[in-house]
C-alpha cells in the first residue's frame, strides 16, 4: 500500500488550499518510514481499534489502517477532517487489502471514523479504542494526553510523538533536572519510556524544534480515585511552580500555611524539607490522601 510522500502531501494541501498553521500545530509527516516505524514501534495489529489525535491529511492514519486496524481520528480542522475518508480510499481502495493483506475483510475507508472536534474536549469515543497513537500537535500536546488518558479508560497503551524536550520530560525519572509536573502526572496513568528521536527534516513545514517517539503503558488499576487525582495534581502544579524551594514552603499555600504543610508531610511519612523533583507520584498521593 502506498504512504503519503512529499508530493501527495503537497497536492493535498494544493487541492484543499491549506497553508499549514502553527496555531494547530500543523506539521505534517511526508516519510512513509517514519510512519512505519511509529506504527510498528506502537505494536499496532488488525485486531486492535486504535485513536489518532491529528490525523491532518492522513499520512500516519494510513500507515495505522494498512495493519488492518479500525481507526478514530479526531481532527478539529473541518477541511482535514472532510478530506481523510477520501484520501484513505484513493490510496486504499475497496478493492485492495485488507483481505490482501491477510487481516480483517473490510476496506480501508469503513475501518476510519473520523470525529470532526476539538480533541481538549471531547468525551466520547466511538468503538472504545485500545491504543493511542498520534503526531500530537506541539502547543496542546500533554494536556490532550492526559485529557485523553483520563477520559478514555479503555486505552491500554499508546505512542506519541511530541517535541524532544516534552518528551524526554514525560519519561523523566524521579530526581532529574527534567522531572517536572508532565512527569509526575504521566506517572499517575502508566509508565513511559522514549523510542527514539524523528529528524525535523520528515515534517513539512519542517519545525524549529527536534521530535521524539514516547510509548506508554498504562496501569490496569489506577493507583487512585479520580478525586485523589485531583487532589494529587494540585499538590503537583504547587510544588512544581516553585520547584527550588522546600515542599514545606511551596505547597504552603494550598496546605494552610507552613506549618500546616510540615505536619501533613510528617503524615504521609515524607521529610518536609525535601523538594518535588525528588517524590514518584506514589508520594505526591500519600500527601494527598494525609490532608483528608
Ligand atoms: N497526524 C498528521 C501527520 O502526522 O502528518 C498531522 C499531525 S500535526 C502535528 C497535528 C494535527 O492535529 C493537525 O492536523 C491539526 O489540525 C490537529 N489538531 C490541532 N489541534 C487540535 C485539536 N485541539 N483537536 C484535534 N486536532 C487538532
Not at 506539521?27 to 485513536?51: C, S
Not at 479500525?70 to 481502495?93: G, M, N, W
Not at 533536572?177 to 512527569?183: D, E, V
Request: charged share 20%.
Amino acid at each position: 500500500m502506498a504512504l503519503l510522500g512529499p508530493a501527495e502531501i503537497r497536492d493535498l494541501a494544493e487541492l484543499l488550499g491549506i497553508q499549514p498553521t502553527k496555531k494547530l500545530g500543523q506539521n505534517f509527516v511526508i516519510d512513509a518510514n517514519t510512519v512505519r516505524r511509529i506504527v510498528k514501534a506502537a505494536g499496532v495489529t488488525a485486531t486492535d481499534t486504535v485513536v489518532e489525535i491529528g490525523p491532518g491529511l492522513g499520512s500516519l492514519t494510513l500507515g495505522l489502517l494498512e495493519t488492518g486496524a479500525s481507526v478514530v481520528a479526531v481532527e478539529i480542522d473541518k477541511r482535514l477532517a472532510a478530506q481523510l475518508p477520501l484520501t484513505v480510499e484513493r490510496y486504499f481502495p475497496r478493492s485492495q487489502a485488507p483481505s490482501a493483506l491477510g487481516s480483517r475483510d473490510r476496506p480501508g475507508c469503513t475501518a476510519l471514523t473520523v470525529v470532526t472536534q476539538d480533541a481538549m474536549r471531547v468525551t466520547e469515543l466511538p468503538g472504545d479504542p485500545g491504543i493511542l497513537v498520534a503526531n500530537l500537535p506541539y502547543n496542546i500536546s500533554v494536556p490532550v494526553l492526559l485529557h485523553f488518558l483520563d477520559t478514555f479508560r479503555g486505552i491500554r497503551s499508546g505512542l506519541v510523538m511530541v517535541q524532544a524536550e516534552v518528551g524526554q520530560r514525560l519519561a523523566a525519572p524521579p530526581g532529574s533536572k527534567i522531572y517536572g509536573s508532565p512527569s509526575v502526572k504521566a506517572a499517575w496513568f502508566g509508565h513511559w519510556k522514549t523510542s527514539g528521536s524523528v529528524s525535523r527534516h520528515v515534517f513539512w513545514p519542517v519545525p524549529n524544534v527536534d521530535s521524539i517517539l514516547v510509548s506508554f503503558s498504562l496501569r490496569e488499576t489506577p493507583i487512585g480515585t479520580e478525586q485523589e487525582r485531583l487532589a494529587t495534581f494540585a499538590l503537583v502544579d504547587a510544588a512544581f511552580q516553585q520547584r527550588r524551594k522546600m515542599l514545606r514552603q511551596a505547597l504552603a499555600e494550598v496546605l494552610g500555611g507552613s506549618a500546616a504543610a510540615s505536619a501533613t508531610m510528617q503524615r504521609a511519612g515524607l521529610d518536609p524539607t525535601t523538594r518535588g523533583e525528588q517524590l514518584t507520584v506514589d508520594d505526591f498521593l500519600a500527601i494527598a490522601r494525609a490532608m483528608a
